[in-house]
Nanobody, 116 residues
Framework: QVQLVESGGGLVHPGGSLRLSCEASGSIFSINAMGWYRQAPGKERELVAV???????NYADSVKGRITISRDNAKNTVYLQMNSLKPEDTAVYYCNAETHGPTHYWGKGTLVTVSS
C-alpha cells in the first residue's frame, strides 16, 4: 500500500505561480512512477505530468513550458512547479503513484484556483 498526501494548493492570480507537493509513505520501494492529474468542474480527470524512477518526465501539451515535475527521493516527495498559471488551470490536482501491476494509488487532492 502507498499513501499520498498533497499540499500547496490555493488561490492565485493569472500569471502567478504555485508549487504543489506530494509526500509518499508506505511501500514506496514499489513505486515505478509518480504523477499529477487534475480534474476541473464538469470535466474528466486528465494527466498533467508524470515522472519515472529514471527521472524521465512527460507532460500534457497544455502545460508544457509552464509546469515542471520533479522529485526528491530523500524526502519521498514529488513536486509540481506551476508558473504562468491560467484560469483554465483551475482544478483539483491529484497525486498518483503507479506500482507494479500496474496498481494506482491516489491522494485526496488539492484545489488550485486561478482567478483575478
Amino acid at each position: 500500500q502507498v499513501q499520498l498526501v498533497e499540499s500547496g494548493g490555493g488561490l492565485v492570480h493569472p500569471g502567478g505561480s504555485l508549487r504543489l507537493s506530494c509526500e509518499a509513505s508506505g511501500s514506496i520501494f514499489s513505486i515505478n512512477a509518480m504523477g499529477w492529474y487534475r480534474q476541473a468542474p464538469g470535466k474528466e480527470r486528465e494527466l498533467v505530468a508524470v515522472i519515472t524512477g529514471g527521472d524521465n518526465a512527460n507532460y500534457a501539451d497544455s502545460v508544457k513550458g509552464r509546469i515542471t515535475i520533479s522529485r526528491d527521493n530523500a524526502k519521498n516527495t514529488v513536486y509540481l512547479q506551476m508558473n504562468s498559471l491560467k484560469p483554465e488551470d483551475t482544478a483539483v490536482y491529484y497525486c498518483n503513484a503507479e506500482t507494479h501491476g500496474p496498481t494506482h494509488y491516489w491522494g485526496k487532492g488539492t484545489l488550485v484556483t486561478v482567478s483575478s
